[in-house]
């Protein structure tokens, strides 16, 4: 069975860091873009950085950019979302997904994503 399943998420105070995993079961994550969203109650869902397929580049929203890395593991076939300097603002529900779109911030970004896991709470206390 093809699975995401990310983890990770809680309570942080300001400026301070999480680590989002994104474990793969039923397919490599090196044959697909993964990318990560997040979504805050009544607003859109953001795509907000991306690892592409093959060649592993990675791709940052703005807002995240300089503060978020996306790394992945081969051998334990997952992706992580390393969060640091966090901001009240990051508070949402942090998603994974498989993803042809690798663009974060395009709007597109989501709309063809499949294999969504449960998602994660990242709460970022002022």
């Known amino acids: 069975e093809v699975q995401l399943q990310a983890s990770g998420g809680g309570l942080v105070q300001a400026g301070g860091s999480l680590r989002l995993s994104c474990v793969a079961s039923g397919f490599t994550i090196d044959d697909y873009n993964i990318g990560w969203f997040r979504q805050v109650p009544g607003k859109e869902r953001e795509g907000i950085s991306c690892?592409?397929?093959?060649?592993?580049?990675?791709y940052y929203v703005d807002s995240v950019k300089g503060r978020f890395t996306i790394a992945s593991d081969n051998a334990e076939n997952a992706v992580y979302l390393q969060m640091n300097s966090l901001k009240p603002e990051d508070t949402a529900v942090y998603y994974c997904a498989r993803d042809p779109i690798c663009i974060p911030g395009l709007q597109v970004m989501g709309m063809h994503a499949e294999n969504w896991g449960q998602g994660t709470l990242v709460t970022v206390s002022s």
């Open positions: 690892m592409s397929s093959g060649d592993r580049r990675t």
